[in-house]
């Protein structure tokens, strides 16, 4: 039977970091697509979506704070 990996938490910060970027270039681009569309529809997923991704931000803001305060009681 396979023993568990141990928990690396090595790289955390930085693919988390990666995520807040990516998510915030979407958001970005959402909102270029919302200024020039007259879509109504569209313009109102979009909206929501962005919504969504703000409040994933918030969550993924709170990791890094977390993984952060991980490393400073390792030292």
Known sequence: MD???P???SNN???IQFNINHTIRNMEAAEELIEKT???KMKNELEEKNER?????QGMRE???????HKKRRQ
């Open 3 to 5: 023993r568990p990996k």
């Open 7 to 9: 928990d690396d938490r």
């Open 13 to 15: 910060a930085d693919r």
């Open 38 to 40: 007259d879509d109504r």
């Open 53 to 57: 991704r703000g409040e994933a931000l």
């Open 63 to 69: 990791e890094i704070r977390e993984e952060a305060l």
